[in-house]
């Protein structure tokens, strides 16, 4: 396919561009987004100490598998980090991805999780710097969080196929993964697309003054649409919007289309592309590449399963996989109707000239999400102790992205990504608690004279949900889940009736008022029009090309104009619905529905 992302502008920043990008540094940092020298310090002797750990760790399992003293000696264990740590935009208080790599004598099942005295688990339990440690077995990518010297670490494994790790492991060679275990591909992953991501806003030249500048204005436009996501509520991979691997990957992308915009360059063109991007046709940095290992790659042409995600952003590391395969209809909805507001806001308030922390204030302002609908549904979780709470609480979580795909064939969606915590008051046995929302509204019907109001019947998903939560191997007494009080009558419980929907509103979706155009900075009249409809065709190009090659339909084309407002259509009026709709089941063994 050639050069896969080539540039549609290599127009540089006017002064009113470097003016506003000087501004939105002004205003993250005022939001508290950086860590003082201290904390960074801290963070860097928590790796040191994590490091020595890990060393001392895999030396004493190789004496108790009784390999010799002389080859325990040899033995050692390596830590990487990755994520927003190792991309430089993590904030005060977040955690650290961090992966260890160690020999194939060392096993994840036998040695990393376990109680046996030489198993890392324990080690790192009987620490006194370490509290909060909780293994995750079962999950996808296996890991240990825990809290180091106050750090929040999430650990994963890797076991690579040699006798002895090198005290520098090269991660992004693919040789790195031969003969490597599922998870611990999954795992090295971490750090390769990372690395990848980096590569690719560098460029060639990695070491250059200009490489250094890209990187700096890369980090300043990723913490902010980090903070944008977060305040919007679209920030969680968790619940099917996309988390910071999926934000970096589409900033990269941007980075590639215009390689010499500073940062706030970057955070209006990042809108005003992917307001107009044609999912599901997917976001590459990079040809998708084969490789003699076999490993699964994401591949719409041949696997049924990735034909049916809807919003692929792929990874540039091999194997390339959909980092957002967590993506449903209502949360990919959401995004898009974001993505527009993110757009107007830019185009209304950060023209050029527009000076100040005001601009920022009203892109980056948070969502009203708990005034935005007339109903919602409440899962609530508890637990007897906060260790329970943690495990069960985190189980459930996981799972409510099939909640929210069972629930949105008869309604629309919005989950909020985040739990609200019920204080818990001291002194007493309450259990710990806490709350889930998800924003609830009808799909447009069409009207027909004389027929009763439609219904919405919420049972059986939310049985359904009910049913695979019990599915918890760790469930414990004290452990329960409901959704419901006496504040809705035993119909409403049951059903939920909705009024017809006012006008011609599409699911609350924000119609795009103007085209999508790439404007080339520096350019006036007739020939910035005439750049910017050649940029956008490009791009339109582009993506086309991505949707051809993989037989993706991506919908509309880019640039199209698009009949409508800029303001989202509420249409609740009228609605003869209780102010919150929750049906209530217990999640405690032999308990009634």
């Not at 991660?171 to 795992?187: G, H």
């Not at 102010?579 to 405690?588: D, I, M, T």
């Amino acid at each position: 396919m050639g050069e896969y992302v080539k540039p549609i502008s290599l127009a540089g920043p006017t002064a009113s561009d470097d003016h506003q990008s000087r501004d939105l540094d002004a205003f993250l940092h005022e939001q508290g987004l950086f860590e003082s020298r201290e904390e960074l310090q801290q963070r860097e002797d928590v790796l040191g100490r994590l490091a020595a750990v890990a060393v001392e760790w895999v030396r004493k399992v190789t004496r108790a598998l009784a390999l010799g003293d002389d080859f325990a000696e040899m033995s050692r264990a390596t830590i990487q980090t990755f994520g927003s740590y190792r991309l430089g935009v993590h904030g005060p208080g977040a955690d650290i991805d961090t992966l260890c790599i160690g020999p194939r004598h060392v096993t994840r099942e036998k040695h990393f999780f376990g109680q046996e005295p030489y198993c890392l688990e324990r080690i790192l339990s009987e620490m006194p710097e370490v509290s909060e440690l909780h293994p995750v077995v079962d999950s996808f990518v296996p890991v240990i969080k825990m809290k180091m010297s106050g750090i929040s670490i999430d650990l994963l494994y890797a076991r690579l196929e040699v006798a002895v790790v090198d005290p520098i492991v090269r991660v992004k060679e693919p040789s790195t993964l031969r003969n490597a275990d599922e998870q611990s591909v999954r795992s090295l992953n971490g750090c390769r697309v990372t690395d990848s991501i980096l590569d690719e806003v560098l460029g060639e030249d990695k070491d250059s003054g200009e490489a250094r500048e890209r990187k700096q204005r890369f980090c300043v436009a990723l913490r902010a649409l980090k903070l944008w996501a977060e305040r919007r509520g679209v920030y969680s991979n968790v619940v099917g919007y996309l988390g910071g691997v999926n934000w970096a990957i589409l900033l990269a992308y941007i980075c590639k289309l215009y390689p010499r915009a500073n940062a706030s360059m970057l955070v209006m063109r990042f809108f005003k592309v992917f307001a107009r991007w044609p999912w599901p046709a997917p976001v590459l940095l990079r040809p998708i590449q084969e490789d003699s290992m076999g490993l699964p790659v994401w591949d719409p042409r041949r696997n049924q399963r990735d034909m049916s995600h809807l919003m692929p952003i792929i990874t540039p590391a091999y194997p390339a996989a959909n980092s957002s395969y967590n993506v449903s209809e209502s949360t990919l909805r959401v995004m898009r109707e974001e993505f527009v507001r993110g757009d107007q806001v830019c185009t209304e308030s950060l023209a050029p000239g527009c000076r100040g922390a005001a601009p920022w204030t009203r892109l980056l302002e948070p969502v009203d999400f708990f005034r935005q609908y007339k109903n919602y549904l409440q899962v609530e979780v508890w637990a007897g102790s906060e260790e329970d709470f943690r495990a069960w609480d985190g189980w459930v979580h996981s799972r409510l992205r099939q909640l929210v795909m069972r629930v949105e064939p008869f309604v629309l969606v919005r989950p909020w990504p985040k739990a609200v915590r019920v204080p818990r008051e001291d002194g007493t046995k309450d259990p710990v608690r806490c709350l889930y929302f998800m924003g609830l509204r009808q799909r447009p019907v069409p009207v027909v004279p004389g027929q009763k109001k439609p219904a919405v019947n919420l049972n059986v998903p939310v049985a359904e949900f009910r049913n695979q939560v019990m599915q918890f191997m760790a469930w414990k007494a004290g452990m329960d889940i409901a959704s419901a009080d006496g504040e809705t009558t035993s119909r409403a419980r049951s059903e939920l009736a909705l009024d017809d929907l006012v006008g011609n509103a599409q699911s609350g979706a924000a119609a795009v008022a103007s085209t999508a155009s790439a404007t080339s900075t520096g350019s006036t009249g007739a020939a910035a029009d005439a750049q910017a409809a050649a940029a956008e065709a490009d791009l339109a190009q582009h993506a086309g090309d991505v949707g051809e090659w993989l037989g993706v339909d991506g919908g509309a084309t880019l640039g199209a104009k698009r009949k409508g407002g800029a303001e989202l259509e509420r249409a609740q009026e009228g609605q003869a619905v209780p102010k919150r709709v929750r049906v209530r089941f217990n999640a405690a063994p032999g308990a009634g529905a």
